[in-house]
């Protein structure tokens, strides 16, 4: 991808979960790194999330569910973004994700599951690296 | 000893330069920003009158207790929040922590059940039975408290939105049982201000919300007197990041905001304000916690007083519950967990709780397993009967440091409340943003502490091992959508659904005028309406609320 364009992310909170201090903990270090973050706020259906990647034309989508939800909503947020063509979104997760339930996730397309713990600067590395691969 | 004071003094000053000074440390500070001094002396204590702002248990102001014998009397009530899958489960793990000794009930209700929508609605998708128990009907309720007695229990509802729905059905569930309303112990959390700020599980609008709070009020202090018609929750903006201040302060101004609710309603503030209850996050910082209660006992002592002219002491009293900090514990080397619920539930009896949830090791990982969650109940019952720390009220009660601090976090919860009233009381500051920023601006500044190492969180970002994928964490059966769409499909054949119609036809009149509308609701969910078919009327007519959000 071209350097001098700023990395976009969408942080979203997928299903009826109000918890939302790690997302807005990990938009700000987002931003603060100097990406542009786009947060949706709670309570987002599966079409609003891909909806908002699609029109504000995001790299990279970081799904946090702590609610248990994931194994329906995951799914569905791959499939749509199979079907409107943005296959190609680096898609992560974070949250309260049991380790049995990655290695399904990750068949689904899901890049990586990043739990609690993990540090800011985990994740942004790992954003730049993948997506400077891409 | 006042004569002592400027010889103590001096010779405080002369410890400070010769003995101290030769000494080099790192200095200390709260996380709200008080330096905390190496040493506190009886001159940190001089200006605290003790009869005006100390005083005894059970009287003004309560700085001590809230009751005169406090645990010698009688220990606080052990209450695991707990309820996941199905009624059926939700009502097996009951009885076994009832059998184990736990003295209350405390009901964690699925995300559907929390926002009004029925199992089989389209956004109850995945979520059914995941965080709490499902309920959609009275069929449900019936269910979670079959075989338990619900004149010797007292149980605890964490319900907001749709609140007095919830009620209604424990009602109808007593009077199935042969018990009057009259004869109900009980709690409903009913706080709504803090879904709109860190919560999230709102419904309608603040209008409609609090006049539904407001009627729920009126008609306990009828019908319901022993019922706890609010528990106005702080937990969950510490779990959002607040600071231990801003936990008290936000809390307390969401409290005066319903109390001026109930009052523009035209209620007595003495009828509804006993009936107040709370509760907080009892967090890791051990002595910053003890204090945190004892100053919150004290103002509102004096907020229902001196501000809205309170005469009888049960609306000066400030009860609670608590719940130790979920956000606190870590998913790397979780038995650690098991050290620190038990310091925060020691803080949580230091500091006076009248009723007391200790979260499990494995919480910050699944729901907790049998054996996690009698592990925590363990817990208390130590702290109950083996340490010697019930054998006296208020133990902590003279130390230097803890009186300072209590003084001092008084002074700033009181500072925080002032600039809420100058942006126009809780839900103007909501509206505005100002809390969600504050909350979100604490929890920035942690998480950067935690990540420079400044903060040490054992076996996260210090001390860390390399570990095995934990063993043996409780999962929930991913059928439990399927068997309550089920559930729902059989209620709604076997259901007089004309009786259904008119009483939500009649909820739904109540609604566009302003007459209570408890007495509508336990008509309709007496005849089987659902949960969700009882929200959707009062959305018809209430509208919703816009959540926004900013970073």
Same mark, same amino acid.
């Given at each position: 991808?071209?350097?001098?364009?700023?990395?976009?992310?969408?942080?979203?909170?997928?299903?009826?979960?109000?918890?939302?201090r790690?997302?807005k903990?990990?938009?700000r270090?987002?931003?603060?790194?100097?990406?542009?973050?786009?947060?949706?706020?709670?309570?987002?259906?599966?079409?609003?999330?891909?909806?908002?990647?699609?029109?504000?034309?995001?790299?990279?989508?970081?799904?946090?569910?702590?609610?248990?939800?994931?194994?329906?909503?995951?799914?569905?947020?791959?499939?749509?973004?199979?079907?409107?063509?943005?296959?190609?979104?680096?898609?992560?997760?974070?949250?309260?994700?049991?380790?049995?339930?990655?290695?399904?996730?990750?068949?689904?397309?899901?890049?990586?599951?990043?739990?609690?713990?993990?540090?800011?600067?985990?994740?942004?590395?790992?954003?730049?690296?993948?997506?400077?691969?891409? | 000893?006042?004569?002592?004071?400027?010889?103590?003094?001096?010779?405080?000053?002369?410890?400070?330069?010769?003995?101290?000074?030769?000494?080099?440390?790192?200095?200390?500070?709260? +996380?709200w !920003?008080?330096?905390?001094?190496?040493?506190?002396?009886?001159?940190?204590?001089?200006?605290?009158?003790?009869?005006?702002? /100390?005083?005894?248990?059970?009287?003004?102001?309560?700085?001590?207790?809230?009751?005169?014998?406090?645990?010698?009397?009688? *220990?606080?009530?052990?209450?695991?929040?707990?309820?996941? #899958?199905?009624?059926?489960?939700?009502?097996?793990?009951?009885?076994?922590?009832?059998?184990?000794?736990?003295?209350?009930?405390?009901?964690?209700?699925? =995300?559907?059940?929390?926002?009004?929508?029925?199992?089989?609605?389209?956004?109850?998708?995945?979520?059914?039975?995941?965080?709490?128990?499902?309920?959609?009907? =009275?069929?449900?309720?019936?269910?979670?408290?079959?075989?338990?007695?619900?004149?010797?229990?007292?149980?605890?509802?964490?319900?907001?939105?749709?609140?007095?729905?919830?009620?209604?059905?424990?009602?109808?569930?007593?009077?199935?049982?042969?018990?009057?309303?009259?004869?109900?112990?009980?709690?409903?959390?009913?706080?709504i201000l803090k879904e709109y700020t860190v919560r999230?599980?709102?419904?309608?609008?603040v209008?409609?919300?609090?006049?539904?709070?407001? +009627?729920?009020?009126?008609?306990?202090?009828?019908?319901?007197?022993?019922?706890?018609? /609010?528990?106005?929750?702080g937990?969950h903006m510490r779990?959002a990041g607040a600071t231990?201040v801003q936990e008290i302060a936000f809390t307390f101004a969401d409290a005066i905001e319903?109390?001026?609710? !109930?009052?523009?309603?035209?209620?007595?503030?003495?009828?509804?304000?006993?009936?107040?209850?709370?509760?907080?996050?009892?967090?890791?910082?051990?002595?910053?916690?003890?204090?945190?209660?004892?100053?919150?006992?004290?103002?509102?002592?004096?907020?229902?007083?001196?501000?809205?002219?309170?005469?009888?002491?049960?609306?000066?009293?400030?009860?609670?519950?608590?719940?130790?900090?979920?956000?606190? *514990?870590?998913?790397?080397?979780? *038995?650690?967990?098991? $050290?620190?619920?038990?310091?925060?539930?020691?803080?949580?009896?230091?500091?006076?709780?009248?009723?007391?949830?200790?979260?499990?090791?494995?919480?910050?990982?699944?729901?907790?397993?049998?054996?996690?969650?009698?592990?925590?109940?363990?817990?208390?019952?130590?702290?109950?009967?083996?340490?010697?720390?019930? +054998?006296?009220?208020?133990?902590?009660?003279?130390?230097?440091?803890?009186?300072? *601090?209590?003084?001092?976090?008084?002074?700033k919860i009181t500072d925080y409340i002032k600039r809420i009233d100058e942006l126009g009381g809780a839900a103007a500051a909501i509206e505005k943003g100002y809390i969600q920023q504050e909350i979100q601006e604490s929890a920035y500044r942690?998480?950067?502490?935690?990540?420079? #190492?400044?903060?040490?969180?054992?076996?996260?970002?210090?001390?860390? $091992?390399?570990?095995?994928?934990?063993?043996?964490?409780?999962? $929930?059966?991913?059928?439990?959508?399927?068997?309550?769409?089920?559930?729902?499909?059989?209620?709604?054949?076997?259901?007089?659904?004309?009786?259904?119609?008119?009483?939500?036809?009649?909820?739904?009149?109540?609604?566009?005028?302003?007459?209570?509308?408890?007495?509508?609701?336990?008509?309709?969910?007496?005849?089987?309406?659902?949960?969700?078919?009882?929200?959707?009327?009062?959305?018809? $007519?209430?509208?919703?609320?816009?959540g926004t959000s900013v970073i």
């Amino acid at each position: 991808m071209n350097r001098d364009k700023r990395i976009r992310v969408l942080v979203a909170k997928p299903g009826l979960d109000g918890h939302d201090r790690g997302a807005k903990v990990i938009a700000r270090a987002l931003r603060d790194s100097g990406m542009e973050v786009i947060y949706t706020g709670i309570r987002q259906t599966p079409e609003q999330i891909v909806d908002a990647a699609l029109q504000e034309d995001v790299d990279t989508i970081l799904l946090s569910i702590l609610s248990g939800a994931h194994g329906f909503l995951f799914p569905r947020i791959m499939e749509l973004l199979k079907e409107k063509g943005l296959g190609d979104i680096l898609v992560l997760g974070g949250g309260i994700i049991p380790e049995d339930d990655v290695p399904e996730l990750k068949k689904l397309g899901i890049s990586e599951i990043f739990g609690p713990g993990m540090s800011s600067q985990t994740l942004i590395n790992y954003i730049r690296e993948n997506l400077s691969q891409g | 000893m006042e004569e002592d004071i400027e010889k103590i003094q001096e010779e405080t000053k002369r410890w400070d330069k010769d003995c101290l000074g030769k000494h080099t440390f790192r200095k200390r500070e709260t +996380d709200w !920003g008080l330096e905390i001094k190496p040493l506190y002396t009886v001159d940190d204590t001089k200006d605290i009158n003790y009869l005006k702002e /100390i005083g005894f248990p059970g009287e003004y102001p309560f700085t001590r207790a809230p009751h005169p014998s406090m645990y010698l009397g009688k *220990l606080w009530t052990m209450r695991q929040y707990s309820g996941y #899958g199905t009624a059926d489960e939700t009502n097996k793990r009951y009885k076994y922590l009832l059998e184990q000794g736990q003295t209350g009930l405390s009901v964690a209700f699925d =995300l559907p059940t929390q926002i009004g929508y029925d199992s089989d609605h389209p956004l109850s998708q995945g979520e059914v039975g995941k965080v709490g128990v499902a309920v959609d009907s =009275l069929a449900d309720m019936e269910t979670i408290f079959n075989g338990l007695p619900l004149d010797k229990l007292s149980t605890s509802m964490t319900i907001n939105a749709p609140a007095a729905i919830l009620l209604a059905m424990y009602l109808a569930v007593a009077e199935k049982q042969g018990i009057g309303p009259e004869k109900l112990n009980g709690t409903i959390q009913n706080d709504i201000l803090k879904e709109y700020t860190v919560r999230g599980t709102y419904i309608f609008p603040v209008g409609p919300s609090l006049r539904l709070i407001t +009627d729920i009020f009126e008609y306990c202090s009828k019908y319901v007197p022993k019922w706890n018609t /609010i528990n106005i929750a702080g937990y969950h903006m510490r779990e959002a990041g607040a600071t231990a201040v801003q936990e008290i302060a936000f809390t307390f101004a969401d409290a005066i905001e319903y109390v001026n609710a !109930g009052i523009k309603a035209g209620l007595r503030v003495d009828d509804f304000a006993p009936r107040i209850s709370w509760i907080f996050n009892t967090h890791n910082n051990f002595f910053e916690e003890i204090a945190k209660y004892r100053a919150a006992r004290r103002l509102w002592a004096k907020i229902m007083k001196e501000r809205f002219g309170a005469s009888d002491p049960r609306s000066w009293m400030f009860r609670f519950h608590t719940q130790t900090a979920g956000s606190a *514990l870590t998913a790397q080397q979780p *038995l650690n967990n098991v $050290v620190r619920v038990a310091f925060q539930t020691l803080a949580a009896i230091l500091g006076g709780a009248q009723s007391l949830a200790s979260c499990s090791f494995d919480e910050a990982l699944a729901l907790p397993t049998e054996e996690s969650v009698r592990l925590s109940l363990r817990t208390q019952q130590i702290i109950a009967h083996e340490i010697g720390v019930t +054998d006296t009220v208020d133990p902590m009660g003279g130390s230097f440091y803890i009186e300072s *601090l209590t003084k001092k976090m008084e002074e700033k919860i009181t500072d925080y409340i002032k600039r809420i009233d100058e942006l126009g009381g809780a839900a103007a500051a909501i509206e505005k943003g100002y809390i969600q920023q504050e909350i979100q601006e604490s929890a920035y500044r942690y998480q950067k502490e935690v990540e420079s #190492g400044g903060k040490v969180v054992v076996g996260m970002n210090s001390y860390q $091992v390399e570990e095995p994928l934990p063993k043996g964490l409780l999962k $929930v059966d991913t059928e439990v959508g399927a068997i309550q769409i089920k559930k729902l499909k059989e209620l709604k054949t076997a259901r007089d659904n004309q009786k259904v119609q008119s009483t939500l036809l009649a909820l739904r009149k109540t609604a566009e005028g302003y007459a209570n509308l408890m007495p509508p609701i336990i008509e309709a969910v007496k005849a089987y309406a659902t949960l969700g078919e009882t929200c959707d009327v009062l959305r018809e $007519v209430f509208g919703e609320y816009e959540g926004t959000s900013v970073i």
